[in-house]
């Protein structure tokens, strides 16, 4: 069965602070996405990695696919409470799965 | 105009009912998805139709039946509701590519409460 991590689970952090989110797996993916989440909504795509390696900007938030296209991280520079939300990430193949989430806070 | 449309967007009921919850996409995809997100946020996929055919069947009671008139349309039907199936239940749609499914495009939920 294939499953997906997300760590943390919860991360609440002070305005201006860095932070990172993870999400891995044992299994290879041809592609992972990442999206969030506000409360009452439904996710929304923030981006996809294809290439083992990629590395992928979106304003403050830098992607990186891992070499083996098992993992991915989501780092957040300068964080923003409008940052505020759940990440899941979505590993995909012949079908999607999807993480836990992380979900995230910013203090301002 | 909304990409991904579900009705209704709250839904509450009695335990044993039966209800509908329906969904339209006008993006042109050949792809349509139910999930479950349960309390703790955990999405997790039901179905998956693609050009009207079912292609995923995750592990699902059948009182859990879905419905694809046309490739824009995909609705789920429950019978004899159970505490357990409260949830918030989402459409999505993608266009599927040769790596797979392919971006998720979701609706904005209905929350199923049953009491």
């Known amino acids: 069965t294939q499953l997906l991590e997300q760590s943390p689970q919860f991360l609440s952090i002070q305005e201006g602070e860095n932070l990172t989110v993870y999400c891995n797996s044992s299994?290879?993916?041809?592609?992972l996405q990442w999206y969030r989440q506000e409360p009452g909504e439904g996710p929304v795509l923030l981006v996809t990695?294809?290439?083992?390696?990629e590395v992928k900007k979106l304003k403050r938030l830098t992607f990186q696919f891992g070499d083996a296209r098992k993992d991915s991280s989501l780092h957040i520079t300068a964080a923003q409470p409008g940052d505020t939300g759940l990440y899941l990430c979505?590993?995909?193949?012949?079908?999607?799965?999807f993480g836990k989430g992380t979900r995230l806070h910013i203090l301002p | 105009d909304t990409a991904v449309s579900q009705t209704p967007k709250y839904l509450v009921t009695q335990m044993g009912n039966d209800k509908s919850i329906k969904c339209e996409q006008n993006?042109?995809?050949?792809?349509m998805y139910w999930y479950k997100q349960d309390s703790k946020k955990f999405l997790k996929i039901m179905f998956s139709?693609?050009?009207?055919?079912?292609?995923i069947n995750e592990t699902v009671p059948n009182r859990f039946s879905p419905k694809s008139p046309d490739k824009a349309h995909l609705n789920l039907h429950i019978n004899s509701l159970e505490l357990g199936d409260s949830a918030v239940y989402f459409c999505?749609?993608?266009?599927?590519?040769?790596?797979?499914?392919?971006?998720?495009?979701f609706g904005p939920g209905t929350r199923l409460l049953v009491l």
């Open positions: 990695v294809v290439t083992g390696g």
């Open positions: 993006l042109g995809h050949d792809t």
């Open positions: 139709y693609n050009n009207k055919e079912l292609i």
């Open positions: 999505a749609s993608s266009q599927w590519a040769s790596g797979g499914p392919g971006t998720q495009y």
């Open positions: 979505a590993g995909s193949d012949d079908k999607i799965i």
């Open positions: 299994s290879v993916f041809s592609s």
